[in-house]
Nanobody, 114 residues
Framework: QVQLVESGGGLVQPGGSLRLSCAASGMMFRANAMAWYRQAPGKQREWVAIIASTGATTYAGSVKGRFTISRDNDKNTMYLQMNSLKPEDTAVYYC????????WGQGTQVTVSS
């Protein structure tokens, strides 16, 4: 049974940074493209960053240059370093395979506000 556990969210001021973690179990983590997704209130869930099994990365235009996705296959863990955060980054952040396939975890709340 696949389990995805996100952590690292919190309240941060505009311009601040956060590092999210995603711990995966029950899957061949290193063989899968993975992604970070987010869902803001009243909006659909959207992908934010993708990391292929090769380590190649792709970013949504709204976060390019500010967010960095990475993975540690030995730890079955994926990360999202978020810098220069903006109020519009406020959302619940989730991780999943890309395209999304597994049951969603509980997510981690990121709130950017002064």
């Amino acid at each position: 049974q696949v389990q995805l556990v996100e952590s690292g969210g919190g309240l941060v001021q505009p311009g601040g940074s956060l590092r999210l973690s995603c711990a995966a179990s029950g899957m061949m983590f290193r063989a899968n493209a993975m992604a970070w997704y987010r869902q803001a209130p009243g909006k659909q869930r959207e992908w934010v960053a993708i990391i292929a099994s090769t380590g190649a990365t792709t970013y949504a235009g709204s976060v390019k240059g500010r967010f960095t996705i990475s993975r540690d296959n030995d730890k079955n863990t994926m990360y999202l370093q978020m810098n220069s955060l903006k109020p519009e980054d406020t959302a619940v952040y989730y991780c999943n395979k890309y395209p999304a396939l597994f049951p969603w975890g509980q997510g981690t709340q990121v709130t950017v506000s002064s």
